[in-house]
């Protein structure tokens, strides 16, 4: 099964950086991985059988009178739907990023039992606060919660990259929630227009061309899901918590002394998102009033 945190995995092993990941998402977003880096991927083929096939127009012919595949794999090889791991891979080889050789051994390596990329960005980074990173683990499980609905909900790729230098300083809008009970967190994303855009429409199915209310309503409602599955998640470990209403601000920068700040990369663009213990100390006029 192919790791779920590939993109991540890349970024933690240098693979990609905070300059090319953004561009690497998205060109993965349309690109049809060749039939040697799919089967490459769900470890069908070694890198040098890969490498032979690579770009071969008879691919089925050849693998066949190669005897690298069968019948059967082949057939389900031309049904699978591409793994977004086999389209970063795909770009990758493309750009010469890498090899098929290297590509083979991140594919291998990334689906290792013991490999957690976004556990060890948010370890260190907790780790860099002087913060025990096993008693503030549900920072992390949060974290982890998020990249996987944004996966589901808004059909994207995404990678988290921990700076404070990277803060995106055109950033117009910030819609936040907090969480309170057992356990408390404040969360919020703070983004452009054009990615605030893109994240309402993925949410509703409609496309959005204004930041209005209707815009505003998508994004404060997919705060509300996200948060609201985290929290259903936290009582099962025992942590009761409950939710506050989401608010938008525009032109809102969290500030306090626990505020993390990541830089979540997707395919429709770059936003930041902010997460703390106490709260964000801000500018409660909220957008259209409210």
């Not at 049904?79 to 795909?90: I, M, N, Y």
């Not at 919020?188 to 054009?194: I, K, V």
Request: charged letters at 25%; glycine letters at 6%; a negative charge.
């Amino acid at each position: 099964m192919a790791n779920r945190q590939f993109s991540q995995y890349l970024l933690n092993r240098g693979v990609l950086s905070s300059d090319n990941a953004g561009r690497v998402l998205a060109k993965s977003l349309h690109v049809v991985p060749d039939l040697a880096v799919l089967a490459l991927e769900k470890g069908l083929i070694t890198s040098q059988q890969a490498k032979k096939l690579l770009g071969v127009k008879e691919f089925v012919v050849a693998a066949l009178e190669e005897s690298y595949l069968n019948a059967l794999q082949l057939d389900e090889l031309k049904k699978a739907v591409p793994d977004r791991s086999a389209c970063l891979g795909q770009v990758l080889l493309e750009e010469g990023i890498v090899d098929i050789h290297t590509l083979a051994k991140l594919f291998e390596d990334s689906k290792d039992e013991d490999s957690h990329p976004v556990d060890d960005v948010i370890k260190e980074m907790l780790e860099a606060q002087g913060w025990d990173a096993h008693e503030h683990a549900y920072i992390s499980e949060y974290v982890k919660l998020f990249l996987r609905a944004m996966r589901k909900f808004m059909h994207t790729e995404a990678l988290i990259i921990p700076n404070e230098d990277l803060d995106l300083v055109d950033a117009t809008y910030l819609t936040y929630q907090s969480m309170g009970g057992a356990l408390r967190l404040t969360v919020g994303c703070r983004m452009t227009g054009n990615v605030l855009l893109a994240m309402a429409g993925r949410f509703s199915g409609e496309e959005e061309t204004e930041v209005n209310e209707m815009a505003i309503d998508s994004i404060e409602e997919l705060a509300n899901v996200i948060n609201g599955l985290y929290i259903v998640n936290m009582s099962g470990h025992s942590h009761d918590m409950d939710l506050d209403m989401p608010k938008t601000l525009e032109n809102g920068v969290p500030a306090g002394e626990d505020v993390f700040a990541l830089r979540v990369e997707t395919e429709f663009g770059a936003f930041m998102l902010y997460l703390s213990r106490e709260g964000f100390m801000l500018n409660e006029k909220n957008l259209f009033g409210w």
